[in-house]
């Protein structure tokens, strides 16, 4: 039996071919770890209530006139993994989870991965 053709990789303008979705290069980059393994565990839980509780309204909808109750606290900058980034306060916004999906799929969906 005839083995099925290869497609392009699916990361942004790769023209690799592959059997897969991702080729060699690109494809831990598109590997999804838990959310403990991101860093997002009991400490992260304990920093992020006490951030909405000093921070209750999202900034975005502010910044637009309106009063909304932020619900995610966010990485101005995508921390990728890096802890530092990932602890850094000052690089924490709140955001309710509307303004937080579309930052997410509108700014930080293409910025480049630390390798």
Known sequence: MPSKPLKPCKHLY???????????????QHERTSAAQRGYNRRWVKARKL???????????????????ATVVDHITPHRGDNKL???????QPLCK?????????EDRHQEYKY
Not at 98 to 106: A, E, F, S
């Open 86 to 92: 990932f602890w850094d306060k000052s690089n924490w």
């Open 98 to 106: 509307r303004c937080h999906d579309k930052k997410t799929m509108t």
């Open 51 to 69: 951030f909405l509780q000093e921070h209750p309204l999202c900034i975005r909808c502010q910044e637009q006139g309106k009063l909304t109750q």
């Open 14 to 28: 790769c023209p690799e071919l592959t059997a897969d979705r991702f080729c060699q290069r690109h494809r831990h």
